[in-house]
């Protein structure tokens, strides 16, 4: 009896300790998430793990004159989309009158005023004629802003603070693709990581120390002749571990630690054209495009479990992006391609529930700011529609001008890159 005890005790200590762990284990996930909720909402390319999507509260459905609380004329070109945190937005602008220069600014987000301009020479080089020299957006964090640019002397990573003043510059490897370049850099598991998929050259994913530029690790990556332009999306996995998946050419779609820079797993998806727009994730369902010309030509859709990709379902030709990253929000993915039409599947089967023209032919990603979605054109339509598994147009504004950018959307505000001025709109 007194050894049945102990061994009673025994396993109530032991199934404590699992609870306690398990308990403790749920705070800390539930305060990391609180604290990202909490935090600065935009602070890269399409926000949160690049996911496209925002809960911010008080973002204006139906868009007019009056919406525009402030625009500001911008000291020169670029695709780069605005990145914020707290009061101050980021972004990166090209001088086309001065060649050869240009701009980190700091704007803020309340009024519009510029704070701040940063110069950066750089030599001039050949790319495509849509492109623009500053096309890659910005990531910050509570201290720095960080910035990745090409030119002839390879890919140039600068990180200045938040008052402008330059804290570090580090020059990668070499890079080259006949369209330029456009991927982002991203800030994840406390690791800044810049993806380089060139053509014809050594192509590379890094993992640099935010506060110093210190390498913390550096993966080689095949080259083909069609260089990947995608920016990289978050997840996590189903043991709860944080990945970075890519999406390119010569390695079809890759999931990475991004504090090790370990792959996680790998899938061949056979792609012969290039990757433009990034993954979209809805939970284990991974889907990737890739296209040349006027749209999408190739498509992967991949379930991963246990870290063991698999074939999800067949997307099939019509409709594929090419250009836009789509999103997926309560287990729909929305892809809205080169055309500006949408479509919306169920992400466990890939069933086609609705597909509709939605906006203007667009350069720009959509985003989803709670159940309404946000697309721009290339002409300066800005369309709303609901996220939902039935069209339901919202309504739509016309810009003065062109629009490239992707939106970005913090405080209740949305904020909108056209090719001359930065708008902000809200209630």
């Known amino acids: 009896m007194i050894v049945?005890?102990?061994?009673?005790?025994?396993?109530?200590?032991?199934?404590?300790?699992?609870?306690?762990?398990?308990?403790?284990?749920?705070?800390?996930?539930?305060?990391?998430?609180?604290?990202?909720?909490?935090a600065q909402e935009w602070t890269q390319f399409r926000g949160?793990?690049?996911?496209?999507?925002?809960?911010?509260?008080?973002?204006?459905?139906?868009i007019s004159r009056e919406?525009?609380?402030?625009?500001?004329?911008?000291?020169?070109?670029?695709?780069?989309?605005?990145?914020?945190?707290?009061?101050?937005?980021?972004?990166?602008a090209t001088d086309g009158d001065a060649g050869g220069i240009r701009y980190i600014m700091a704007l803020d987000?309340?009024?519009?005023?510029?704070?701040?301009?940063?110069?950066?020479?750089?030599?001039i080089y050949k790319q495509h004629r849509f492109n623009d020299f500053s096309s890659s957006t910005p990531c910050c964090n509570s201290k720095s802003v960080f910035v990745t640019w090409t030119s002839p002397k390879g890919v140039e990573v600068i990180a200045l603070d938040h008052s402008g003043k330059q804290q570090w510059k580090k020059v990668l490897g070499k890079f080259y693709a006949k369209h330029g370049s456009s991927a982002s850099p991203v800030l994840a598991g406390g690791t800044l990581v810049i993806g380089s998929h060139g053509e014809n050259g050594a192509s590379f994913i890094v993992g640099l120390d935010p506060e110093s530029g210190k390498v913390k690790w550096n993966m080689k990556r095949d080259s083909n002749d069609k260089g990947a332009y995608s920016t990289p999306v978050t997840r996590r996995a189903n043991d709860g571990a944080l990945e970075l998946v890519?999406?390119?050419?010569?390695?079809?779609?890759?999931?990475?630690?991004?504090?090790?820079?370990?792959?996680?797993?790998?899938?061949?998806?056979?792609?012969?054209?290039?990757?433009?727009?990034?993954?979209?994730?809805?939970?284990?369902?991974?889907?990737?495009?890739?296209?040349s010309g006027q749209g999408g030509k190739e498509s992967a859709v991949i379930n991963v479990n246990n870290g063991k990709p698999k074939i999800a379902w067949e997307a099939g030709l019509k409709g594929l992006p090419y250009v836009p990253t789509g999103f997926s929000f309560k287990g729909l993915m929305f892809l809205l391609n080169d055309g500006g039409i949408m479509t919306c599947r169920r992400a466990h089967d890939g069933k086609i529930l609705w597909q509709?023209?939605?906006?203007?032919?667009?350069?720009?990603?959509?985003?989803?700011?709670?159940?309404?979605?946000?697309?721009?054109?290339?002409?300066?339509?800005?369309?709303?529609?609901?996220?939902?598994?039935?069209?339901?147009?919202?309504?739509?504004?016309?810009f003065p001008e062109g629009i490239y950018a992707t939106p970005a959307v913090v405080g209740g505000k949305i904020f909108i890159r056209t090719f001359s001025r930065l708008y902000c709109i809200g209630e």
């Not at 949160?48 to 139906?62: D, T």
């Not at 670029?78 to 990166?92: A, K």
């Not at 899938?267 to 889907?287: K, L």
């Open 109 to 123: 987000a309340k009024t519009g005023n510029e704070k701040w301009r940063n110069e950066q020479t750089f030599d």
């Open 48 to 62: 949160p793990g690049a996911s496209g999507l925002s809960e911010a509260k008080g973002v204006p459905a139906k």
């Open 246 to 291: 890519f999406s390119s050419t010569s390695h079809g779609i890759t999931a990475l630690d991004p504090t090790t820079g370990t792959i996680r797993w790998e899938h061949d998806a056979g792609f012969s054209q290039r990757c433009v727009g990034g993954p979209v994730i809805s939970g284990n369902t991974i889907f990737v495009s890739a296209g």
């Open 356 to 398: 509709e023209r939605v906006v203007g032919p667009p350069y720009s990603s959509p985003v989803c700011v709670n159940d309404k979605i946000y697309c721009c054109s290339k002409e300066g339509d800005l369309n709303v529609l609901l996220a939902s598994d039935k069209l339901e147009p919202v309504s739509s504004f016309k």
């Open 67 to 92: 919406n525009i609380k402030w625009s500001t004329e911008l000291p020169g070109t670029g695709h780069s989309s605005p990145v914020l945190w707290g009061d101050t937005i980021f972004l990166t």
């Open 4 to 38: 049945t005890i102990a061994a009673l005790g025994a396993r109530m200590e032991a199934m404590n300790h699992q609870l306690f762990t398990y308990v403790s284990g749920v705070i800390i996930m539930l305060l990391g998430v609180g604290a990202t909720a909490g």
